[in-house]
């Protein structure tokens, strides 16, 4: 059969893809589709966790755990309840049956409709030649993330002999995650939620520059050293505590240290309900507060404000798990991510924040897989209003409203104007600096790129994509053996981080160690679980070191692919470039500026296409992007 249809979705399983009945496609995981295939190949079958585990993982042993998240996937996927399911439905100690009406049908099923809408991305990694001896080029994906993601990545000129400075602050701060006072009954959401919530509510005190969650939550544990972590995060205040729940009661103990002495300037413990929460908070923000307010300009002593929260205790659970799910960049954590974020919302329509987090889970879900432009960011950009709507001067909302008008709408001003208004609202957005750096660096105005980039090094200075594209500047600038400590120090965070295994490709390329750069690259693209851009990189290195049958072999079979799912045409139309296949190139080309592929804003000054700039069709393509001139 090609297609099966039920409920409200077509499953096309030729082209190992699954739509809306109204023709939008749902972005979703290869395994993801596999598993629901299976389902519904299946309809009214008693399915047992055995037979599943088996047909899902054949030839592996996996924990029961893994069913249960892929289950609740693919209801996220479906918009299933598992109290009222429509479509897999729980038998109890039995296992699962799919049991929505299947109409199996031997036609094609039709394309996807193509036409472009408002789109915001964390960008895609891409490999880049060295151009000139103190200006190079490292393009890398990165999330913004959240990240994140979260997400992105982007051309990062490094000019070091006018690298700017990053604005001096009266102070600098970071909030570990708090530790368990009995590490049987931990919830690690719980202590890591309680950091970022008072990260969120610290971050409005103007004067302040204070650490992502990102950089802080690798210090989770019952073990911390606060002062190693201050050291560490380059900070002069560090707040750390502990958190128990039993039931509905709470006990959290805080305190606020300054790391050059290591004295508590402030301590408090609290035992609560679990529904005061948001009180807890808002005291130690005060504390910590009034301690620092003699420490900040005149200028800069104003109250904290809990912008765009909520103080439904539920729907903040589901906000944290949320927040917890979309820290990685990998597809089925970020639809649970975009998920739970719903569900926080139905309960809490007003819940700016949760608003947000949509717009930046979704922005991810390019980074993360090569979702298709218009139906990833039309929730993007829907999710991004409904929270500037909701809390005007939340500043997560203007950043992500800056990422849809700078990858998707190719509205240069607009977008920077909105990235500048959203750092006014609040200093710490470090998604709001890097979006203007990245915007900064397409229209070539590298120097405010640097400074841009710097900022948001230092108010996340543990970002895997951060370390990753900083590793990429000092290699470029003859930092070398710098450069691959601090791509090692990514590797000891997450040894499967495939941007970082990329840049190493990148790094063994320059130092024309060709086998070891391929080996990096095959490594990235193992790991990167649904995105195309490492196979762009190898397919580009492939055909520059003469390997020319192997990499047409890519770029046909990512062509290929793309008339069954979305595949970004600059994946494609990179290696068809390097291969001096002018004709498939320009050809690729065209399509991405019509389906608003996003790695088209890298195109300002990208060596790579570099066989096509005599070409009058690239030029076109160019002059419609309507860079600077």
């Known amino acids: 059969m090609q297609s099966y249809h039920f409920g409200a979705f077509v499953l096309d399983a030729a082209g190992k893809r699954l739509l809306r009945d109204t023709g939008d496609l749902v972005v979703m995981s290869p395994r993801l589709f596999d598993a629901l295939h299976y389902f519904v190949e299946r309809p009214d079958q008693l399915l047992d966790k055995d037979m599943l585990l088996a047909a899902w993982w054949p030839g592996l042993v996996v924990e029961e755990n893994s069913l249960s998240q892929t289950i609740s996937a693919l209801r996220r996927t479906l918009a299933d309840d598992a109290q009222n399911s429509r479509y897999i439905q729980t038998v109890p100690r039995r296992g699962f049956r799919f049991i929505a009406r299947v109409t199996p049908s031997d036609s094609p099923v039709a394309e996807i409709r193509s036409e472009p809408t408002m789109e915001a991305a964390v960008q895609q990694p891409m490999i880049v030649e060295p151009s000139k001896p103190r200006r190079r080029l490292l393009a890398l994906g990165v999330a913004a993330g959240a990240s994140l993601v979260a997400a992105g990545g982007a051309a990062w000129w490094w000019r070091e002999e006018h690298a700017a400075r990053m604005p001096s602050t009266s102070v600098s701060l970071a909030v570990l995650p708090f530790r368990p006072l009995i590490l049987e009954a931990r919830d690690e959401m719980l202590e890591i939620g309680m950091a970022d919530s008072l990260v969120a509510r610290l971050s409005t005190l103007p004067g302040v520059a204070v650490r992502s969650i990102g950089s802080t939550r690798l210090y989770a544990g019952p073990t911390q050293d606060p ?168 500043a997560a909302g203007f950043a992500s409203v800056g990422w849809n008008l700078y990858w998707h709408a190719w509205d240069w001003q607009r977008a920077e104007t909105t990235f500048r208004h959203a750092i006014a609202l609040n200093p710490n957005e470090v998604n709001a600096h890097f979006g203007l750096g990245q915007l900064l660096g397409t229209l070539k105005r590298y120097d405010e790129q640097l400074s841009e ?118 994946s494609y139309g990179l290696i068809y470039a390097a291969l001096d296949d002018k004709e498939a190139a320009l050809s690729a080309l065209e399509k991405a500026f019509a389906l608003r592929d996003v790695r088209m804003t890298l195109m300002n000054d990208d060596v790579r296409w570099s066989s096509l700039k005599d070409q009058p069709r690239y030029l076109a393509v160019i002059g419609r992007m309507k860079f600077p001139a």
């Open 227 to 394: 002062i190693k972590a201050a050291r560490e995060l380059q900070v002069q205040w560090i707040v750390d505590g502990s958190i128990q729940r039993w039931g509905d009661q709470v006990r959290v103990s805080a305190r606020l240290l300054n790391a050059d002495t290591g004295e508590a300037a402030w301590s408090g413990a609290f035992d609560e309900r679990f529904t005061g929460m948001f009180d807890v908070q808002d005291a130690i923000s005060k504390r910590v507060a009034d301690v620092l307010a003699p420490r900040l300009a005149v200028r800069d002593r104003m109250g904290l404000a809990d912008i765009g929260g909520t103080r439904n205790i539920d729907a903040y659970q589901l906000y944290l798990a949320a927040r917890q799910q979309a820290q990685g960049i990998r597809t089925a954590g970020l639809v649970r991510s975009i998920a739970l974020f719903g569900k926080a919302i139905a309960l809490d329509p007003t819940y700016a924040l949760a608003h947000a987090g949509i717009a930046e889970s979704e922005r991810r879900m390019i980074f993360g897989s090569d979702g298709e432009p218009r139906v990833v960011f039309a929730e993007a950009e829907q999710s991004a209003a409904r929270s500037i709507e909701l809390e005007p001067s939340l």
């Open 453 to 570: 980039m710097r900022i948001a090094r230092e108010l996340d200075p543990l970002s895997l994509v951060l370390l990753t594209l900083e590793s990429g500047s000092l290699f470029f600038t003859g930092k070398r053996d710098e450069a691959w400590q601090r791509l090692q120090r990514v590797f000891d965070i997450e040894p499967d981080f495939w941007i970082a295994h990329l840049a190493a490709g990148q790094f063994h390329r320059a130092e024309k160690r060709n086998d070891l750069a391929i080996d990096s690259m095959e490594r990235a693209d193992r790991f990167a679980d649904g995105s195309s851009q490492p196979a762009t990189a190898l397919g580009y290195v492939l055909a520059r070191t003469g390997q020319v049958e192997r990499a047409r072999a890519m770029a046909d079979g990512l062509r290929d692919a793309s008339t069954r799912r979305y595949v970004p045409p600059t």
